[in-house]
């Protein structure tokens, strides 16, 4: 689940500054075994990402609140 300040190098309008690393992520979900996760306040996001309610409960103890990264973007 992503929740906190690394949610802008998931975010489109990065895509130049953090190619390699979207790429090597997105690369890890393509196998099922990882997913990401992030609260469905954020918007433009790559496509590998799911978004998901902000409510949603997830085993990490996340907040259920929206972080201000979430808000942000």
């Known amino acids: 689940m992503l929740?906190?300040?690394?949610?802008?190098?998931?975010?489109?309008k990065h895509h130049a500054k953090y190619r390699e690393?979207?790429?090597?992520?997105?690369?890890?979900?393509?196998?099922?075994?990882?997913?990401?996760?992030?609260?469905?306040?954020a918007v433009g996001i790559h496509g590998f990402v799911s978004l998901v309610p902000m409510a949603?409960?997830?085993?990490?103890?996340c907040s259920k609140k929206a972080t201000p990264a979430c808000a942000a973007l």
């Open 21 to 41: 690393l979207t790429q090597r992520a997105q690369g890890t979900s393509l196998s099922d075994r990882i997913e990401f996760h992030m609260c469905r306040l």
């Open 56 to 61: 949603e409960p997830i085993s990490c103890g």
């Open 3 to 12: 929740h906190g300040s690394e949610i802008p190098v998931f975010a489109l």
